[in-house]
C-alpha cells in the first residue's frame, strides 16, 4: 500500500479545500529546498524514451499534464514539475485578483471518485501571477497560462478582459488557452459562440505567435461544439481542449446543492465516458486541423491510450491525483510505455489519432 492511500483517510477528513491548501504549502515549499525537490524527481520523474514527443515545437517527455484548478497561482511549479507531469496548465487566471464563489464549494464524491466544485476563479490576478512566474519562466518544462475573465466583466466586455489577461502573461507562459467553459462563473459559457470565438483568436493573434488552445465543455450539443471549434481553428486557434467539468448532475447519486439545487461542475470518474465521447467528435471533425488535449475523468492507462488513439496528442489529469495521489504519475506512465510496447507501438507517435486519421 502506498504512503498516500495510508494516510488518505485523514486527508479526506478534512475539508477539501483546506486540503487542497496543505498540499500547496508543502508543494510551493519544495521551490527553497532543492534537496527535497531532488529527491522527489527522481523518484516520481520517470523517463520512457517512447513516450517522449515533440508538439507545436515543445517538448513533452510523456502525455501526461496537470489540469488547470490545481495550481491557481503558479505556487507550486517547482514541486508539481518534480511529480512527472510533463506540462502544467496554471490557473484559470483573471486580469483582476478575485476571491471566487464562497465556501464551501468543493466537495469529494468518494464512492465515485469524483469531486464536485464551485469555485469560481479564485485567484491572484496576472500581475502576481507574473511575480511567481518569474522566478521559474522559462521553464524545463513547458507552462500552459489558462485565462479567464473576472466576474464583475459584462460578457460584453468579455473580449477586452482576455486581451488584458494575455497582454499581461504573454511572455511568462509556454501556451495560451481561453477558458470559456467554466460554469462557475454566471453567463461565461455563452462564449462558447461563433463570433466570439473568431474574435477571441483573431485578437489572440495580433498578441502572441505562441500557441493558442479553446477551452470546452462537455455539455454542448454535438453541431454547436463542431461549430465552436472550427471557428477557432479557423481564426488561429492551434488546438482545443476538451473538456471541463460537466453539469450533468445526474451522474452522480447525490449531488450537492445550494439554496435547494445542484451546483458547480462534476469531474473525475463520473466525468470519463462524456469526456471520451466529446474528445471521438472532436478527433474525427478535426485531427488534422489542430492538437486535441484530452481531460476528463483519466485514471488509467488504458483511458489514457483510448484518449491518443481517439486524437489527443496530450492528456491532462486533476481529480485522480486527489484520489491516488502524487504517485499516480510515474504509474500511469510506466504502464502506459508498457502497454504501447505491448501493442506494437514503437512510439507514441504512432498511436496518436489511430482511430481518425
Ligand atoms: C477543484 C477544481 C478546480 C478547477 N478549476 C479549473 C479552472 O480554474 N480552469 C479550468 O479550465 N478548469 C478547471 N477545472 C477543470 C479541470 O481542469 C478539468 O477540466 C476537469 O476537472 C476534468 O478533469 P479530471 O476529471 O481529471 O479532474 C477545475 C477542476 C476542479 C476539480
Known amino acids: ?5 495510508k494516510i488518505r483517510p485523514y486527508i479526506f477528513k ?43 515545437g515543445m517538448r513533452f517527455y510523456n502525455p ?15 514541486g508539481l514539475a518534480a511529480l512527472g ?17 464562497p465556501k464551501p464549494r468543493l466537495f469529494r464524491h468518494v464512492e465515485s471518485n469524483s469531486l464536485q466544485n464551485a469555485m469560481g476563479f479564485n485567484n491572484i490576478g496576472t500581475r502576481a501571477v507574473i511575480r511567481n512566474l518569474q522566478k521559474v519562466y ?45 460554469p462557475n462563473t454566471v453567463g461565461l459559457r455563452n462564449l462558447q459562440d461563433v463570433n466570439f470565438v473568431n474574435e477571441l483568436f483573431d485578437m489572440a493573434k495580433s498578441i502572441t505567435t505562441k500557441p493558442t488552445f479553446l477551452k470546452i465543455a462537455p455539455d454542448m450539443d454535438l453541431d454547436s461544439m463542431l461549430e465552436v471549434c472550427k471557428s477557432a481553428l479557423n481564426a488561429s486557434a492551434s488546438g482545443l481542449i476538451a473538456t471541463n467539468t460537466t453539469i450533468d448532475y445526474s451522474l452522480v447519486s447525490s449531488p450537492k446543492l445550494k439554496d435547494g439545487e445542484p451546483f458547480g461542475g462534476l ?13 471521438k467528435e472532436l478527433g474525427k471533425a478535426f485531427f488534422k486541423e489542430g492538437i486535441i488535449v484530452s481531460v476528463g475523468g483519466i485514471s488509467t492507462a488504458s483511458d489514457i491510450l483510448e484518449r491518443l488513439k481517439n486524437g489527443a496528442s496530450l492528456v491532462q489529469i486533476l481529480t485522480s491525483i486527489i484520489y491516488e495521489g502524487p504517485g499516480v504519475m510515474k504509474r500511469l506512465n ?19 489519432g489511430i482511430n481518425v486519421r
Open 85 to 101: 507531469f510533463s506540462h502544467l496548465e496554471l490557473g484559470t487566471i483573471t486580469h483582476n485578483p478575485q476571491d471566487g464563489n
Open 64 to 78: 501526461i499534464g496537470l489540469a488547470p484548478g490545481f495550481d491557481k497561482n503558479a505556487t507550486m511549479v517547482r
Open 267 to 279: 469531474s473525475g470518474k463520473i466525468l470519463k465516458t462524456k469526456s471520451n465521447e466529446v474528445l
Open 14 to 56: 478534512l475539508d477539501p479545500e483546506r486540503a487542497h491548501t496543505l498540499v500547496e504549502k508543502t508543494l510551493a515549499g519544495v521551490s527553497y529546498a532543492p534537496l527535497i525537490e531532488n529527491m522527489l524527481a527522481s523518484s516520481f520523474c520517470k523517463y520512457h524514451a517512447n513516450l517522449d514527443n515533440e508538439i507545436l
Open 334 to 352: 510506466g504502464e502506459l510505455s508498457k502497454l504501447l510496447s505491448e501493442e506494437g507501438f514503437s512510439n507514441i507517435k504512432d498511436v496518436i
Open 1 to 5: 500500500m502506498s504512503f498516500y492511500k
Open 138 to 182: 522559462p521553464f524545463c518544462i513547458p507552462l500552459g497560462i489558462n485565462l479567464g475573465k473576472n466576474k464583475n466583466i459584462a460578457l460584453a466586455d468579455a473580449l477586452t478582459a482576455y486581451e488584458l489577461a494575455l497582454k499581461a502573461t504573454k511572455d511568462y507562459g509556454d501556451y495560451f488557452i481561453f477558458n470559456v467553459s467554466s
